[in-house]
């Protein structure tokens, strides 16, 4: 069974900051991982896609890697907003799609 | 449609009542998913379907939760006798292929249990 981690559980840092989140996954067959956000009460907004083939995909500010051979991919976030405060959540792919419980993270003014 | 839609959005229901919470997927999307979420935690599988295939029904966490789903197009899950733990988010997504496309979600079902 795929189990899926993350973490940090929540981050706090000051806006301007580039930081890091993680997540690791057991069962490297993976078919692609995908990196959401989820602002509190919503639902969940994709943000990237790394197909297995794939080693990164960048999108503004975001960058995620993914090392399927170690079971692990980083989600990048440079120069942090207090817009970017939100949980995220990484998922894998491969039979069905399974997620890590998530970062909570928080960017203060 | 633009995206997943899931209905209703809010449902307060008595305990011992059944419920029923509906998914329109993308239109041409093959791939299905249901997810629990309770307070403050993370997404729970619940059951996945792609395209004709047996349903993956490995997370649903008991004889009381079932789904449906009949080809592309809609799916329904049911929860019977409800009971005060199920309160919580219910969350489907559609991808048209599990292997290298996106999933896009809904904005989910709140089920209170009262």
């Known amino acids: 069974k795929q189990e899926v981690t993350q973490i940090p559980a929540a981050l706090s840092v000051p806006e301007g900051e580039n930081l890091v989140l993680n997540c690791s996954f057991t069962d490297s067959a993976i078919y692609n991982l995908q990196w959401f956000r989820q602002d509190p009460g919503k639902g969940l907004t994709s943000l990237l896609l790394i197909q297995s083939s794939q080693r990164e995909q960048t999108s503004g500010r975001l960058n995620a890697s993914l090392d399927k051979s170690s079971g692990r991919s980083t989600l990048y976030i440079a120069a942090s907003q207090p817009g970017d405060s939100a949980t995220y959540l990484c998922a894998v792919s491969k039979n069905d799609m399974r997620f890590g419980a998530g970062t909570r993270l928080t960017v203060k003014p | 449609g633009a995206?997943?839609?899931?209905?209703?959005?809010?449902?307060?229901?008595?305990?011992?009542?059944?419920?029923?919470?509906?998914?329109?997927?993308?239109?041409?999307?093959?791939?299905?998913?249901?997810?629990?979420?309770?307070?403050?935690?993370?997404?729970?599988?619940?059951?996945?379907?792609?395209?004709?295939?047996?349903?993956?029904?490995?997370?649903?966490?008991?004889?009381?939760?079932?789904?449906?789903?009949?080809?592309?197009?809609?799916?329904?899950?049911?929860?019977?006798?409800?009971?005060?733990?199920?309160?919580?988010?219910?969350?489907?997504?559609?991808?048209?292929?599990?292997?290298?496309?996106?999933?896009?979600?809904?904005?989910?079902?709140?089920?209170?249990?009262?």
């Open chain 2, 3 to 114: 995206g997943v839609s899931q209905s209703p959005s809010n449902k307060v229901t008595e305990k011992g009542k059944d419920v029923e919470l509906r998914c329109d997927p993308i239109s041409g999307h093959t791939a299905l998913y249901w997810y629990r979420q309770r307070l403050g935690q993370g997404l729970e599988f619940l059951i996945y379907f792609q395209g004709n295939s047996a349903p993956d029904k490995s997370g649903l966490p008991s004889d009381r939760f079932s789904a449906e789903r009949t080809g592309e197009s809609v799916s329904t899950l049911t929860i019977q006798r409800t009971q005060q733990e199920d309160s919580a988010v219910y969350l489907c997504a559609s991808s048209s292929d599990f292997t290298d496309t996106e999933a896009f979600f809904g904005q989910g079902t709140r089920l209170t249990v009262v």
